[in-house]
T-cell receptor, first 117, second 117 residues
Framework: GAGVSQTPSNKVTEKGKYVELRCDPI?????LYWYRQSLGQGPEFLIY????????DSGLPNDRFFAVRPEGSVSTLKIQRTERGDSAVYLC???????????????FGSGTRLTVV | AQKITQTQPGMFVQEKEAVTLDCTYD???????LFWYKQPSSGEMIFLIY??????QNATEGRYSLNFQKARKSANLVISASQLGDSAMYFC??????????????FGKGTKLSVKP
């Protein structure tokens, strides 16, 4: 697609439930990133994929959070046993890497607003 | 310690005037990149300007320029001739190491810019 697509755009779930957030990156982008943005804050890094593998998952806050990218394109962020503190906008970005790639080529999606009630 | 510091939670500027948004950063890497993004109330992250740590000249993109002072570790954004549509949150971000668009971005807390008619 032309841009990074995130679905759903909004998700309301009850405390304790499981949720999945989807990111469809720009076609051909090898790197994919997940960020969490709480109200009034800057985005916080969660996890970064290079191809199918997680190159850096140091930002995942705890083992309730997990992400996959099985075929090196679409990624799913999974949150188990959701808590009210998980409420935030979850942003996905993708970039083209490798020789000739620009230094500033990150493209962000519009985000999924997750509300845990 | 914070890697990216934006000390101005909010700024006001008169339409058609210039405004400077402050950003300081902290890294021990020799190779890094500095970014500015705009986030309107609609939520998308819009790339504005990029400065590489080895770039000798300050980056410019239309009405945006980046005042890069490497020794002081500052990367202030200057917006000339402000327009009402410039009202938004502005985030400074840094990528450490790597090269190309590879590696996660570290964001500051942001500055809310309001342009007055």
């Amino acid at each position: 697609g032309a841009g990074v697509s995130q679905t759903p755009s909004n998700k309301v779930t009850e405390k304790g439930k499981y949720v999945e957030l989807r990111c469809d990156p720009i076609s051909g982008h090898t790197a994919l990133y997940w960020y969490r943005q709480s109200l009034g804050q800057g985005p916080e890094f969660l996890i970064y994929f290079q191809g199918t593998g997680a190159a850096d998952d140091s930002g995942l806050p705890n083992d309730r959070f997990f992400a996959v990218r099985p075929e090196g394109s679409v990624s799913t962020l999974k949150i188990q046993r959701t808590e009210r503190g998980d409420s935030a906008v979850y942003l996905c970005a993708s970039s083209l890497t490798g020789q000739g790639a620009p230094d500033y080529g990150y493209t962000f999606g519009s985000g999924t607003r997750l509300t845990v009630v | 310690a914070q890697k990216i510091t934006q000390t101005q939670p909010g700024m006001f500027v008169q339409e058609k005037e210039a405004v400077t948004l402050d950003c300081t950063y902290d890294t021990s890497d020799q190779s890094y990149g500095l970014f500015w993004y705009k986030q309107p109330s609609s939520g998308e992250m819009i790339f504005l300007i990029y400065q590489g740590s080895y770039d000798e000249q300050n980056a410019t993109e239309g009405r945006y320029s980046l005042n890069f002072q490497k020794a002081r570790k500052s990367a202030n954004l200057v917006i000339s001739a402000s327009q009402l549509g410039d009202s938004a949150m502005y985030f400074c971000a840094m990528r450490e190491g790597y090269g190309g668009s590879q590696g996660n971005l570290i964001f500051g807390k942001g500055t809310k810019l309001s342009v007055k008619p």
